[in-house]
Each structure stands twice: as C-alpha cells, then as structure tokens.
C-alpha cells in the first residue's frame, strides 16, 4: 500500500483545469470523462504542497530570482536520479519548454531552414517550427506492430541535407511511449554531430521511465555531443506543476547559452514564478520517494489498460509505452476516419482523449490515453468504451 493517495479522486472540474473544463470536445457535455491533457489527477507530493502553501501565506509574491538553491536543486537531481553531472550555470529559467522551443528556433535556426523531427510526435514541435518560419522535415517513426524504430537511413539523408541545421528529439518520445537506447541515442546525436546540426533534447517524461527501461540523457553521452545539445527539463511532468510554469534549459556549450540568453533577453523573459521556485527546490530535494510510488502506481495502471484491452477492447491494442504516462492506442481496426473515431469517443463512449492524427499523419487511427489518474477513474472510462463497442457491434 502506498502511503501517498494516488487512488483519492479530487474534484478538477471549476479550478479552470485546462483537462477538465476545457475539453475541446464535439458535444460540449460536462459528462465527458477527459483522458486528454498530459498533466495527472493526483494530489502533488507533500512536500511540494507544503512550500507552496507556506508560500502563499507569506502574502508577498513579488518578482522572484533564481537562486543558488534553485540551481543547486537541480543539479543535484540530474546527479542523483540521471547520473548526470551538470553545473548550475549552464541552467536557464523559462516558463515552459514551449516557449523555450520557439525562442530556440528564433536563436539557432534562419528562416527557411529545415528542422528534423520524428512524426508521431508531441504537436508543438510541429508549431515552434512553423511559428518562426521553418520547415519541418520528418523522420517518420517506423511502426513494428506498436513498437515504434528510428529509420536511421531517412535520418542520414535528412541530417546531411545542407538546409537542415537543427534536430528536435523527443526523449522519452511522446507519444509512443519509447525510452531510447543508448545505441538509439548515440546514433542520433553522432549523426548530428557529423552534419553540424544542432541536436535539441527534449527530455521532460524523463522521470518517468519504467524498468528496465532507463532514461540516459542525451547530453551525457560525452562532452563532444553535451556541446552540441540543448536538454530541455522540467519538473513539471514529473511532480505535476504544469500550472506552475517553469522549466529548466540545460546547455553546457558558453557560446551556445549566451545565444539562448540573448533570446530570452529579446522575448523580456526573466525570473520566476515564486510558487514555482519553492515547488522546484521541495520535488527536487524530496520528491524522490513520492516519484518511485507514482512510478508503481502507473505501472499497475498500464497493467489494467493492457488487460482490459485484451479481454472486453479486443480491437483497440496498444503496446505497452517504455517512459510516459501516455498510451497510445491503435484504434484502425474500428475502420472509422479521424472524424467518425473522435466522435464514437466522445459522443458513444463519453471520455476525450488526444486526437492521433494532431501527433503527424501517420497518427491517423490512434488515440492518446491519459493514464496518470486514480484507478477508478481509468476503469470508468474504459468501462465506458465498452459500453460503446457494444452498442455497434
Ligand atoms: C514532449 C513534451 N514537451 C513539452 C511539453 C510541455 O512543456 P511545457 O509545459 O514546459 O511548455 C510536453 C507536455 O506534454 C511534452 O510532452
């Protein structure tokens, strides 16, 4: 038994949760059960609830620099959790990794460039390039029955392409859930490097890897590639502080952060959230037992999603995400187009999910499935797509 209360359902609905009152969804009805948003339905660790309550009751919540305890923590959890050595000045503050992909497209990339990524993938990408002008060049994930490789043949020619002058890897990859190799890893980024193309690792489900699968930043392959990659971090993911609005860019190459710096000097960015600075200091300093229960909580819902999917969704298969608390279920033997599957969810089933198809083309067919909330909730919702196969079959 867990001492932390992973299974107590809490009422999201009117704190304004982008997941809970804001479901883009078809019907508009407040009985959707949304499975959507990458945030989780839990209480956040005590001693993150701790600070920041003590926090808010000081009253003052002036503007808030980054101190050397702030840093400090954060080293120490890349040491600890990643075996990762950083130095506390390579680390800047930004209020998300979203904001920090658009600045990092306007510092290291011209218009007209092309920028790599790996379709199905986490949809900003696919915007931080528009937004400032490039193009996107995708490495399509090749699909191996739900287990998703890099085609390191496309990759090659797409890294050599004189046009092409940043990479953005997902790592852990959402959504499909794998935890790259160190063999995946290396290839990239010494591919990267060969080509001179700028490697940026988006690292932000890092914590949240499954064993005996295990998370390696890509930066700490060897100081070689370290100088040629920009490690996108946050707590967020890990401790659920998305609201918080707080991230940590890690660039270990001076000339490199002097650039980024320029850019969040161009964009006004400067400081932090008070709550999100004292919430960072408590998850890193003690968070780590609250994240190994999360851990077991999650695996024992993956369990329960891969089960059911066997005996009452035979249709729907997903295979079993590495990192992530994110399934991505295959839904193309239904034989529905994009518009008739997000319908059967939302308005036969009741429960919202992510769209595939918003992840690149090839997502076409596949739902994201949330699985970051209490047990009763998940069981809910699939009982609820049951029910709606059912009703067609
Ligand atoms: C791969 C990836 N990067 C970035 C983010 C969001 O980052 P932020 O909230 O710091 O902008 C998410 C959220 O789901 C994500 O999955």
New binding site residues.
């Given amino acids: 038994m867990s001492k932390y209360s992973f299974d107590e359902v809490m009422e999201r609905r009117g704190t304004h949760s982008l997941k809970w009152d804001f479901a883009p969804s078809l019907s508009n009805s407040q009985e959707l059960l949304p499975l959507w948003v990458?945030d989780m339905d839990f209480k956040g660790a005590p001693a993150i609830v701790e600070a920041v309550t003590s926090r808010a009751e000081h009253g003052i919540y002036g503007y808030t620099g980054i101190s050397q305890e702030y840093k400090d923590s954060v080293v120490s959890w890349m040491h600890r959790r990643h075996q990762w050595q950083i130095q506390p000045e390579w680390i800047s503050v930004i209020t998300?990794?979203?904001?920090a992909l658009n600045m990092l497209m306007q510092a290291f990339a011209q218009p007209g460039d092309q920028v790599v990524i790996q379709p199905p993938v986490?949809y900003p990408f696919f915007n931080a390039i528009r937004n400032n002008g490039q193009t996107a060049l995708h490495n399509t994930l090749i699909d191996r029955n739900g287990y998703y490789e890099i085609d390191f043949e496309d990759l090659e020619i797409k890294l050599a392409d004189p046009k092409t002058t940043v990479m953005i890897l997902?790592s852990p990859h959402?959504p499909v859930g794998r935890v790259w190799t160190e063999g995946e890893l290396r290839q990239i980024a010494e591919r990267c490097l060969v080509n001179d193309v700028l490697l940026i690792s988006?690292e932000?489900?890092h914590d949240l890897v499954f064993a005996p699968h295990r998370h390696i930043p890509t930066a700490s392959l060897s100081a070689e590639i370290a100088a040629n990659t920009i490690t996108c971090t946050?707590p967020?993911?890990t401790f659920n502080l998305?609201g918080l609005q707080s991230?940590n860019i890690i660039i270990s190459d001076e000339k490199k952060r002097r650039k980024f710096q320029q850019a969040l000097d161009r964009n006004g960015v400067f400081a932090i959230n008070p709550f999100a600075d004292v919430a960072t200091i408590a998850a890193y300093g003690k968070g780590g037992p609250w994240v190994d229960a999360l851990l077991e909580y999650l695996s024992g819902n993956l369990d329960l999603v891969e089960s059911y999917l066997q005996e009452h969704l035979a249709p729907l298969t997903m295979r079993r995400p590495e990192g992530t608390y994110l399934a991505w279920i295959d839904c193309r033997q239904l034989g529905m187009n994009t518009q008739e599957l997000q319908e059967f969810m939302e308005e036969k089933a009741g429960v919202v999910m992510n769209q595939g198809h918003v992840f690149g083309e090839t997502g076409a067919g596949f739902q994201r499935l949330n699985v970051a909330c209490p047990r009763s909730l998940l069981v809910e919702g699939l009982d609820k797509i049951a029910m709606a196969l059912k009703s067609i079959s």
């Fill in positions: 990458a998300g990794i979203v904001p986490y997902c959402n988006d932000i489900h946050a967020s993911k998305a991230s």
